[in-house]
């Protein structure tokens, strides 16, 4: 079973709808948890922190639920520069620092 | 302000040559790794670097290798190229305690025939 799962899509959706992403590990002992965002072909870049509270960035919330072991990406009015790959991150220790572990992504296609 | 370059860009070899992937960062970040990127896999830690001669090996180490003398350069050597490696390849930089914020370079794309 992969560390990080997430379905790969793509999730096609018009301007100015709200899509969702779940994602979910299997180590429970995993401390913290990010999203990256990958433009195609480009490098992924920290898109935002989930935190057990939520975490809203404008049209961004990220929420991790620990009980079940996932974490979910909202983005609300997609406009036509949110098409990307999502990539949901885990932060585990791994001898002495805190290593990444990547999902392979969710690719998202906002259309006019 | 360059931040993190990585080079060649491209890269194309034959099987059984020795290669390797220049990475530099101008942030004096302690830490530095190298992922390779394949299709299904997501990113896979290669190794890592907590400082200048401190290296060490991530998920995937085999038929590589890395060294670290500088703060700013983490080369990666693959020794004897297969076709198994060819794949994508990001340099990554963070600041030491914020290891879960990682600054890519814009990566290089390898292939092996």
Known sequence: RKEVEQDPGPFNVPEGATVAFNCTYSNSASQSFFWYRQDCRKEPKLLMSVYSSGNEDGRFTAQLNRASQYISLLIRDSKLSDSATYLCVVNMRHTGFQKLVFGTGTRLLVSP | ?113
């Open chain 2, 1 to 113: 302000d360059a931040g993190i370059t990585q080079s060649p860009r491209y890269k194309i070899t034959e099987t059984g040559r020795q290669v390797t992937l220049m990475c530099h960062q101008t942030w004096s970040h302690s830490y530095m790794f190298w992922y390779r990127q394949d299709l299904g896999h997501g990113l896979r830690l290669i190794y890592y670097s907590a400082a200048a001669d401190i290296t060490d090996k991530g998920e995937v180490p085999d038929g590589y290798v890395v060294s670290r003398s500088k703060t700013e350069n983490f080369p990666l050597t693959l020794e004897s190229a297969t076709r198994s490696q060819t794949s994508v390849y990001f340099c990554a930089s963070s600041e030491q305690g914020r290891t879960y914020e990682q600054y890519f370079g814009p990566g290089t794309r390898l292939t092996v025939t």
